[in-house]
């Protein structure tokens, strides 16, 4: 800056003599002509219209400096200069050169594209005029680039060559150097926690086994600035009020390839809550607004639980209405006593209506697919709820990477407000060629192409085509989330699969099977809904001289084509928090099918999903599952439409639809009941905690399948117990899982790694 200040003033002073200088050689005269010479890019247009004076004018010394000014001034020249030659006025200018081209070199750390918009930010890009001072500054804002990074050696360089037609092109080498890591982190100060449990509360650290993927290990200013404040929220969560940083010390070593971090901490003293009170206008009866505050008498100290609880009453006004209510907790201290008691004032202000609701940002997407989530009416009270809960409803359509809602009072009008709903679209439609691999299908490939918008209605298309060494699977499907403004959704499927389950350690058939069917559902609340449909369905079935006996003497009583149709109807309650990777709630289901035709049966299941954060990063999770099926009209129950089970999505440890009535060469026939059941303690990944996508969970898995006829034990109850990975990788979504088999027997098949992968690409 003091740099550029500098040039300034010199070229003002240069300026200033340069248009005295012109302006003493002139006298006053008539222009006849205005001519420019040693233009090659800039028209002559533009430099007549920088001059204060015009043909048939009168040029004076005045004028004279005001043109060398203005054309100085526009940054285009390098030189100009005023002539007269017989009442011509003369312009003569010498351009400033063109970038032609940047190139870099030795870059590896970033995209050359992503440098190129930084440097486009400056004023530096191919085309535009070249300022030799922009060299430091590009300099700069390169190394400031890869300082961010951790790159504290990397040198930069820059080269300008000219080039013909007063052009240049400029070469910017980096020699990169090696990455600083982290050498230390240490927190002085610190007697109530130990040192290493509050340095473990970082997201930066130290290089571990992980970091080579988190990149915690290098030091960014912002992540200083976020675990800092992580920490002080550690301690006044934990009662300590006064907790405060002293100082933080960044170094580096000579060789600027490690980072040491030191913070100095005063804890202070740790303080209990002697009394909470509520004082303001309590427009809603008191008792309701005390049940919103978690913090209570006798308790430590705790700022999450205070904001928390200023939140909730914030929030609770917000639905009755008052959309800007303020709530704010004024502590009293008694440093003897070491407590604190907090008067929580509320100002509900106005209560105002929603005027207009307005959705900006949806370029395809129809602004009815966006409205008939809306919850919050034009014209009603404001609803906090419901304007949150329409947010939600619209990211849960999956057409939008991000919702965001403003609410906008009014300039006119202090008892209305205007809601804006901004929404930015994601790729709905997709080609997608995927690979997957796992213990259970070993190597699948997969071709889809689906819209999950099409022309901006909200209606889902794919057509796709699997195969797997199990399943082979060509399928079409369609779906209508809002066929009736009601929200009843309708659709249609159909396919042609091919099952081989030889490739299984099931007992071998191979069934062709062709069909389709119409599918609706209902929701009757936010979180609940219904759903029924119906199927036909031909299958051709094949067995082999290995199948066994039970499996043969089907087909020899019922043969091997068979058509018939189905129907199914289902309850599902889902209050998860999340689909991919869920942290709270809970998904309940039970479900129920029956066919008629050339097969006779029906099937029951009831599944069962409970979560619980124990903190923002540990959860509990349960999960159960229990199936009965039987045949009808004196029909057994087809033996390919029997519960299996075992293998990466049931029963750990063991192989994939192992479980259950074996033949006499051990294979699985399968069972007309089933019951399953996990219990998981979920976990970040150690080094990498706040890396979301990534997850661990200890677990214990049960389930059995039981034939018809046979007692339904719990002795025969198989059991396993491991460590499960999920990993949302950028390449697709991971599961593994080491898993010990317990009371396993001999004729179990034991497979304790098991895996799944797929991507698309």
Avoid: C
């Amino acid at each position: 800056m003091i740099r550029r200040a500098i040039a300034a003033v010199l070229a003002a002073f240069l300026l200033g003599a340069a248009a005295g200088a012109a302006a003493q050689s002139f006298k006053p005269f008539v222009v006849k002509d205005i001519r420019a010479e040693g233009l090659q890019r800039t028209e002559p247009g533009t430099v007549f219209s920088y001059l204060p004076v015009k043909v048939g004018e009168t040029m004076n010394e005045e004028k004279a400096q005001q043109a060398l000014r203005a054309l100085y001034a526009t940054g285009f020249f390098t030189d100009v200069r005023l002539e007269v030659e017989n009442d011509v006025l003369v312009v003569y200018v010498q351009e400033r050169p063109a970038i032609a081209q940047i190139d870099f070199s030795g870059i590896k750390e970033f995209e050359n594209e992503q440098l190129r918009k930084a440097l486009r930010e400056l004023g530096m890009a191919e085309a535009r005029i070249f300022d030799r001072s922009m060299l430091d500054l590009a300099e700069q804002e390169i190394k400031r680039q890869y300082l961010s990074h951790g790159y504290y050696a990397a040198a930069v360089q820059t080269t300008v060559t000219p080039l013909e037609r007063n052009r240049v092109g400029i070469n910017i080498t980096v020699t990169e150097g090696e990455v600083a890591k982290i050498g230390g982190i240490n927190i002085v100060g610190a007697q109530a926690f130990p040192e290493r449990e509050l340095v473990d509360l970082f997201v930066l650290r130290t290089p571990g086994w992980l970091t080579w993927y988190t990149k915690h290990d290098r030091y960014a200013r912002e992540k200083l600035s976020a675990d800092l404040e992580t920490l002080r929220s550690y301690y006044q969560n934990r009662g300590y009020l006064d907790f405060n940083i002293e100082s933080t010390q960044v170094s580096i070593t000579p060789d600027r390839r490690q980072i040491y971090i030191t913070v100095n901490i005063i804890e202070g003293e740790k303080y209990t809550v002697s009394d909470v009170q509520l004082s303001g206008q309590m427009l809603l009866p008191r008792d309701q607004l005390e049940k919103l505050v978690l913090l209570k008498p006798g308790d430590v100290f705790s700022r999450e639980k205070l904001a928390a609880s200023t939140k909730a009453i914030s929030d609770r006004l917000g639905n009755e209405g008052y959309a800007f209510a303020n709530t704010n907790a004024i502590p009293n201290l008694d440093k003897e006593k070491r407590s604190v008691a907090f008067n929580i004032v509320i100002d509900p202000g106005r209560r105002v209506y929603v005027r207009r609701i307005e959705v900006a940002g949806n370029t395809k997407t129809r602004d009815e697919v966006i409205r008939r989530e809306m919850r919050q009416l034009e014209g009603a009270y404001y609803d906090a709820s419901k304007i949150q809960l329409s947010r939600r409803r619209i990211e849960r359509t999956g057409y939008f990477t991000e919702a965001t809602v403003e609410t906008r009072p009014l300039e006119t009008s202090n008892d209305q407000v205007d809601v804006l709903y901004s929404v930015k679209e994601r790729p709905t439609g997709a080609l997608l060629v995927g690979v997957g691999f796992s213990s259970v299908e070993k190597l699948a490939f997969s071709t889809s192409i689906q819209q999950s918008n099409a022309f901006g209605t909200g209606k889902f298309i794919a057509a796709t085509i699997n195969s797997g060494s199990v399943n082979k699977v060509y399928s079409l499907s369609y779906l209508d989330p809002y066929y009736t403004i009601d929200g009843v959704s309708q659709g249609f499927d159909a396919y042609k699969r091919r099952t081989d389950a030889s490739n299984l350690t099931v007992a071998p058939y191979v069934t062709d099977s062709i069909g389709g069917g119409v599918k609706f559902g209902y929701p009757t609340s936010e979180v609940t809904a219904i759903d029924f449909g119906v199927n036909f369905e031909s299958v051709n079935l094949q067995t082999f001289d290995t199948s066994p006996l039970q499996y043969l003497n089907f087909v020899s009583q019922f043969g091997n084509t068979y058509r018939y149709g189905g129907a199914s109807a289902g309850w599902t309650r889902d209050t998860r928090d999340n689909i991919l990777q869920p942290k709270s709630g809970a998904l309940s289901r039970v479900s129920g099918e029956i066919a008629g035709g050339d097969l006779q049966y029906y099937r029951l299941g009831f599944q069962q999903q409970w979560l619980h954060p124990l903190t923002p990063d540990y959860t509990i999770f349960l999960r159960g599952d229990l199936g009965y099926a039987a045949g009808l009209g004196g029909k057994p129950l087809p033996f390919f439409k029997a519960y299996f089970l075992g293998g990466p999505d049931s029963v750990r440890g063991y192989a994939g639809f192992s479980l259950g009535p074996q033949d006499i060469n051990g294979n699985a026939v399968g069972g007309n009941r089933r019951v399953n059941g996990t219990a998981e303690f979920q976990f970040p990944m150690p080094g990498a905690t706040r890396e979301q996508s990534l997850r661990l969970g200890l677990f214990l898995d049960a389930g059995q399948v039981y034939a018809q006829g046979q007692k339904l034990a719990l002795a025969d109850l198989r059991y396993s117990t491991g460590l499960g990975l999920q990993w949302i990788s950028p390449f697709g979504p991971l599961r593994f899982s080491i898993a010990q088999p317990l009371r396993s027997r001999p004729e179990d098949h034991i497979q304790r790694i098991q895996f799944t992968f797929g991507t698309g690409f």
